[in-house]
């Protein structure tokens, strides 16, 4: 089993800037993908961002693509999503993923991922 916490979330204006974090506890965290996606009230819930267990060459959905930057500190075990820029949009609760056995073509679905956290409420007013 791996937990995972964020945090980060809050309410803030249009154009500003939001950091989340996820830190993962119980299996080593090297081993796993992780992901971030985003849920808004009544919509299905929307791939943000994965990146592979080393670190490299994060993907981004296209909604937030130049937007948000993720990365992820093995010696933490924590992954971060920097957000910029942020729209209104972009409100949603945001949830942390992990897999350790996520391929390409199914990371932007998130019934392919194991591990979910509890989520992290993220407001942008306008």
């Known amino acids: 089993q791996v937990q995972l916490v964020e945090s980060g979330g809050g309410l803030v204006q249009a154009g500003d800037s939001l950091t989340l974090s996820c830190t993962a506890s119980?299996?080593?965290?090297?081993?796993?993908?992780m992901a971030w996606f985003r849920q808004a009230p009544g919509k299905e819930r929307e791939f943000v961002a994965a990146?592979?267990?080393?670190?490299?060459?994060?993907y981004y959905g296209d909604s937030v693509k130049g937007r948000f930057t993720m990365s992820r500190d093995n010696a933490k075990n924590t992954v971060t999503l920097q957000m910029n820029t942020l729209k209104p949009e972009d409100t949603a609760v945001y949830y942390c993923?992990?897999?350790?056995?996520?391929?390409?073509?199914?990371?932007?679905?998130?019934?392919?991922?194991?591990?979910w956290g509890q989520g992290t409420q993220v407001t942008v007013s306008s």
């Open positions: 993923a992990a897999d350790s056995r996520i391929i390409l073509s199914s990371l932007r679905d998130s019934v392919h991922w194991d591990y």
């Open positions: 119980g299996r080593t965290f090297s081993n796993y993908a």
């Open positions: 990146i592979r267990r080393s670190g490299t060459n994060p």
